[in-house]
């Protein structure tokens, strides 16, 4: 049906369109007879004309002549014509309005009067016309008089697009057929949106047409207004001899080539691929890449998009992609209007990461600047300009985009890339400018000459140079040796430039105020260019009394003739700027109920106007929609200006920013479609007040263009195709769209799309309050809701639906993710929910809770700030465990018991050594729980905080540490290593390769363990001034000290002593045996062989005594210390086999008594005594008595 209908159009193309016929004529009341042969078509005058008599200005604006005048249509006074010194539009002639030209063709006319009228003479109307031949010269509709059952006649539509014959019931009627004559019809009909027309029955009719084709002809009747036409289907016209099928319409066939194309045939065949040109996209430094995921397709859209992608691979613009890529951009599809897709990129993300060129491109003077005398002219245009340049190979892996059978990537320069209009410009700049009388912008060349002669020269050069390169142009959009072409918004004529009339048509025919409404919007436009008006405030005054209050409207010829003075103002010269192409663009839109309205600003100046009036079906569209679609009317309507250039786009409708920022899947599906259309085109939204908008506004309620389909059909099939994908029944649909008339909430809801919204939450109706957050996202179709193309579900159909949703027993996502795709209404998501979590079956087959997110603890500012402690069990001991969150410092405690005390007593331990911190994390055990632990907590001023219980990874730090200690422990066991350094050696490993170790961490500096270090990593330089410090006071000290101090002489070996005990009054002699380790002491062995060290100040030297008789029973006084001396922080089992035993080599002399004898460590629990020795202290003298020591002479235990 649609390809039908697109054959049709082009067929059209060919036929030469006649001018319309505009007749005012005024009627009598018609004997009945005449009324009963009625028009197809009647059309009324506006309501300002077809009451003028009744108006209360008629009066003072009536001449002496009733009739309306012939030069401009209005009632004036005498030689008071608007029209005067006026140029027509149609025949150039001046002194009338294009509206009454007499020289507009009108062939043998036929006036039908509609016989329901009610007619009086103070009623006028513009008869409908007729031509007597077969069709009515109609741009899009042609008509044919069918003589029925041999006496009657009936004027039929030619609907190629139709593809049946359709008879409106009224018409029926008219032709007096018996009821018999129609019988029961089973066929449905649907317009292209979808809706269904109402069939009564089918009837069969004899058809002849003026050319005497005839044939018995199948009618479909169907109920509807009297005004709608019969119509003929394809199938009936072509049976008819009425139409002609053409395959296909080939341009080059229709049109005869220019003699100056001559030999150039093949430059306007295909598509080019410039030789030598290849672009490579550039990346911002920072660009990340990005992968879309891969839209969901309608399952009736996957063939024909196959076939599409297909075609474009063959032809070379996109090829299958198997290889990672960083960009996967997002595919969009549209179905045209002959039924084909069209494979759109989405590359917003990557648009935002490109960099541009930035090329120049010439502004509109310095184009004009370089035409003087030229007198012919012809305009190339490039075929699919941007895919004649090739990517490079990274260039194209940059434009892969994803679709249900894999990804594909462009091979040429795609639409939609931001920095494509300068590449393409940049290209035929560096191709085509150095040839003489040729202008470049973007993909359009203008070729000049002063006379025909020097213009086909530099038309031939252009053309071998673009065969040289392998460039292609469009013949369709070429002109070629013309007096007047239209380039750049203006026209190159043989007589200079002209301004393109087009820009100020909307502006001409803006109509006279009916109201006060309408006045402010006009004097609000005169203000917005008032700086441009002399006298401004004198010509409006006359307009601004009619605004005061108290003053009643009364439109007269005053206002009238200020009303067409400031417009013919407006259209000056001053008024409407030229085109700067350097120069940033506005453009302001807006949207009425009637029309559309837009204007091109640089500098705050108007450029150009534009405003069309809304269809039918563009009248329902909501506000936004509408809104939106004056942007795209306005972009498109001024694409030569801004196409490849950032602009911004102003409009009073304050959601259009926040729906142009999401992505386009995510909008309604009317504005999918119009985004699709807005995608080549760079801007920004702004919100701008309406009051603001003056010129905007005025044109959206004062359009010229009457209302033309514009894409709407585009539009209508988009949406069509996104009803038609939603996977219910037709039955259920219809259960859908009658609960949705029914629905309270939702007819609320319709009625604040089409109307618009207001613009705060307490204005609008409590029912619709959950909507209006998303309310730019809410669009009506089809006697149906939608949030973007989710339907919005009635009340009554909820439950239902929820049942459906939950019908396979799936978890909470699964069923909202499938919820989602389709369906909508306010607090689905939590219904779900509910409906899900409480299912009992669920329920009863229902897994443990995953787990949850991680909530970190704060990091603390600094070391044994926040500590965290348990208890542990090892080899049948009980020990306590301290961390600290900071740098994992471990401090391990042995417990005597598990009570509070002991382990508040090992706590005070560490604390007296590293400090009290100020949280201390622990689990719920009673240790920590107790009462004394709290005032303990509170005495020494830290905070306690304790796990969840039975949850033990709330403290998961200690718990963490356990596991590591405890195995590091039990290694230590097994590999026979000593615990003590296995601690040290944890404590000073690096926690990872970022991280210090936790002694460093924890003190500063690192620690010295069995890994040799530097030592510039154990001094730092703070250690370094502080030993400087201490030499200074120590060399102080010393000062003082030595004053009352002298050096004592040194002692030999073998010199006899005495020995000065403390708490002794008696010296006890003995040997001097060689000098210790310790500055200034000496080894000293007693007379009872125990080997003593002392300090020379505690040594007497004596008189060699030659019968110094020593014990055999000695002992080394070293020896009897305790090995464990230092103070125990870490009761832990020792190995046995550690190598904790000391090295007693003794420095003595030859002559020693003692030498030889064996020496046993004290830890071996064996003394050396004399043979005849009762214990290890006692002698026996030569008379062999037994001496005992007396007991004030003991050394002290």
């Not at 309205?597 to 405003?611: E, F, R, T």
């Not at 936004?624 to 694409?639: D, M, N, P, R, S």
């Not at 996104?722 to 769209?737: A, G």
């Amino acid at each position: 049906m649609c390809k039908a209908a697109e054959l049709a159009e082009v067929q059209l193309k060919t036929l030469t369109e006649e001018n319309k016929i505009e007749v005012i004529k005024r009627n009598k009341a018609s004997p009945p007879e005449e009324r009963s042969q009625s028009c197809k078509r009647k059309f009324y005058l506006p309501q300002k004309q077809q009451n003028i008599k009744s108006s209360p200005n008629y009066q003072g604006i009536k001449s002496n002549n009733s009739k309306p005048c012939r030069k401009c249509g209005t009632f004036h006074k005498l030689y008071n014509c608007p029209a005067y010194n006026k140029i027509c539009f149609y025949c150039k002639k001046k002194n009338h309005f294009s509206k009454m030209c007499t020289n507009k063709s009108v062939s043998s006319l036929q006036n039908y009067i509609e016989n329901e009228l009610n007619y009086n003479d103070n009623e006028y109307i513009l008869g409908s016309v007729e031509d007597k031949n077969p069709f009515f010269k109609n741009k899009t509709e042609w008509f044919e008089k069918l003589k029925v059952n041999i006496s009657k006649y009936l004027y039929v539509k030619l609907d190629t697009g139709a593809q049946c014959n359709v008879l409106p019931l009224p018409k029926f009627k008219q032709l007096n057929l018996r009821d018999k004559c129609l019988t029961e019809s089973k066929v449905t009909l649907n317009n292209y949106n979808g809706s269904k027309i109402d069939v009564i029955g089918k009837c069969k009719l004899l058809c002849e047409t003026s050319k005497g084709d005839k044939d018995e002809i199948e009618f479909q009747v169907v109920a509807c207004d009297k005004t709608v036409p019969a119509i003929l289907g394809l199938p009936t016209l072509q049976k008819l001899n009425l139409v002609q099928r053409i395959c296909t319409v080939n341009p080059e066939s229709s049109e005869k080539l220019p003699e100056s194309l001559n030999g150039y045939q093949d430059l306007f065949k295909g598509i080019g691929n410039l030789t030598g040109y290849t672009y490579h996209i550039k990346l911002k430094p920072e660009a990340v890449g990005k992968i879309e995921p891969c839209r969901k397709i309608p399952l009736s859209l996957l063939n024909p998009l196959k076939k599409e992608l297909a075609r474009m691979e063959k032809d070379g613009i996109i090829k299958k992609v198997n290889k990672p890529t960083e960009f996967v951009n997002s595919l969009v599809i549209v179905r045209k209007k002959d039924g084909n897709l069209r494979v759109c990129l989405d590359p917003q993300y990557l648009n935002q990461n490109i960099l541009r060129e930035h090329y120049h491109i010439p502004t509109f003077e310095e184009i004009s600047s370089q035409m003087s005398n030229a007198k012919v002219f012809s305009i190339l245009d490039a075929n699919k300009a941007f895919w004649q340049i090739k990517l490079s190979d990274s260039s194209c892996e940059l434009t892969t985009f994803n679709t249900p059978f894999g990804r594909y990537c462009f091979l040429r320069l795609p639409y939609g890339l931001c920095s494509s209009p300068e590449v393409f410009h940049r290209s035929f700049s560096e191709i085509f400018s150095d040839i003489e009388g040729v202008q470049i912008y973007i993909d359009d060349l203008l070729v000049w000459g002063k006379d025909k002669q020097e213009h086909d020269l530099r038309l031939k050069k252009v053309l071998e140079r673009a065969r040289e390169k392998n460039v292609k142009f469009n013949l369709n959009k070429c002109k070629i040796g013309l007096n007047e072409v239209k380039y750049m918004g203006h026209i190159f004529s043989k007589d200079g430039l002209k301004p393109d009339e087009d820009k100020i048509k909307a502006i001409i025919n803006i109509n006279t105020p009916k109201n006060v409404k309408e006045l402010e919007t006009f004097l609000g436009m005169i203000t917005y260019v008032s700086r441009f008006i002399p006298n401004v405030s004198e010509l409006t005054s006359c307009l601004r009394d009619l605004l005061k209050k108290h003053v009643v409207w009364n439109w007269n010829a005053v206002h009238e003739k200020t009303f067409r003075k400031l417009k013919n103002i407006l259209v000056n010269k001053p008024v409407l700027q030229y085109y700067d192409i350097n120069m940033p663009v506005v453009l302001s839109v807006d949207a009425s109920q009637e029309g559309l309205g837009a204007v091109l600003l640089q500098n705050n100046l108007p450029v150009a106007y534009a405003s069309k009036a809304l269809t039918d079906t563009q009248k329902n569209y909501a506000q936004i929609e509408k809104e939106t679609l004056a942007i795209v009317f306005a972009c498109e309507k001024f694409h030569q200006y801004i196409f490849g250039k950032c602009f911004i786009v102003e409009s009073d409708h304050k959601p259009l920013e926040t729906i142009f920022k999401k992505p386009l899947n995510k909008c309604p599906v009317r504005l999918q479609r119009m985004r699709i259309r807005l995608q080549p085109y760079q801007f920004e939204i702004k919100y701008k007040p309406g009051k603001e908008l003056f010129i905007a506004d005025a044109l959206s309620r004062s359009f010229t263009d009457k209302g033309s389909d514009f894409f709407e059909g585009d539009i209508e099939a988009h949406v069509g195709m996104v009803v038609e994908s939603i996977p219910v029944s037709k039955d259920k649909m219809e259960n859908f769209q009658q609960e949705t008339g029914k629905d309270e909430e939702l007819q609320v809801l319709r009625k604040l799309i089409k109307t618009g919204w207001p613009d705060t939450k307490c204005m609008v109706p409590e029912l619709a309050k959950p909507y209006f957050n998303f309310r730019e996202e809410l669009s009506e179709a089809n006697g149906l809701i939608f949030k973007n193309s989710c339907v919005v579900v009635p009340k009554s159909l909820r439950k239902d639906m929820l049942s459906k949703i939950h019908y396979g027993h799936l978890g909470v996502e699964k069923c909202k993710n499938k919820a989602r795709e389709i369906l909508y209404w306010p607090g689905m998501s939590k219904e779900i929910e509910d409906l899900v979590l409480n299912c009992p079956t669920c329920l009863s087959l229902q897994k443990a809770n995953c787990k949850e997110p991680m909530i970190c603890k704060e990091i603390p500012n600094g070391p044994w700030e926040v500590l965290g402690t348990d208890l542990f069990y090892f080899q049948g001991r009980d020990y306590l465990i301290v961390i600290d969150y900071f740098s994992k410092y471990v401090e391990i405690g042995h417990l005597e018991d598990l009570s509070s005390v002991a382990v508040i007593k090992q706590l005070k331990s560490f604390f007296a050594r590293h400090g009290i911190p100020k949280i201390v994390y622990s689990d719920n055990g009673p240790q920590y729980s107790s009462k004394k632990f709290k005032e303990f907590a509170r005495r020494w001023n830290f905070e306690t905080r304790t796990s969840s219980p039975n949850y033990p990874q709330s403290n998961g730090m200690v718990e963490r540490h356990i596991q590591t200690v405890k195995r590091m422990l039990e290694k230590a066991v097994i590999g026979n290593k000593d615990p003590y350094l296995v601690l040290l050696e944890y404590r000073n490993s690096p926690i990872s390769a970022e991280i210090k170790s936790p002694s460093e961490l924890m003190f500063g500096r690192k620690v010295n363990g069995l890994v040799p270090i530097k030592e510039n990593f154990i001094q730092t330089k703070e250690h370094a001034e502080h030993k400087q410090q201490l030499l200074k006071r120590q060399a102080l000290q010393k000062k003082y000290y030595d004053k009352s101090a002298r050096p004592l002489k040194p002692l030999k070996i073998g010199d006899n002593v005495y020995i000065n005990e403390k708490g002794k009054n008696l010296k006890e002699s003995g040997k001097i045996m060689g000098q210790a380790e310790r500055p200034r002491s000496y080894r000293i062995i007693r007379a009872d062989g125990r080997i003593i060290e002392r300090n020379r100040r505690d040594i007497l030297k004596g008189t060699n005594r030659k019968n110094f008789i020593v014990q055999n029973n000695y002992e080394n006084e070293s020896d009897k210390g305790d090995i464990s001396r230092s103070t125990p922080t870490l009761d832990l089992p020792v190995n046995p086999n550690s190598d904790l035993t000391l090295n007693p080599n003794l420095n003595l002399s030859l002559n020693s008594p003692i030498h030889n004898r064996s020496i046993v460590p004290l830890n071996s629990e064996r003394s050396v005594v004399s043979p005849n020795s009762v214990n290890g202290h006692n002698y026996v003298t030569r008379s062999g008595r037994t001496v005992k020591k007396p007991y004030y002479l003991k050394d002290p235990k």
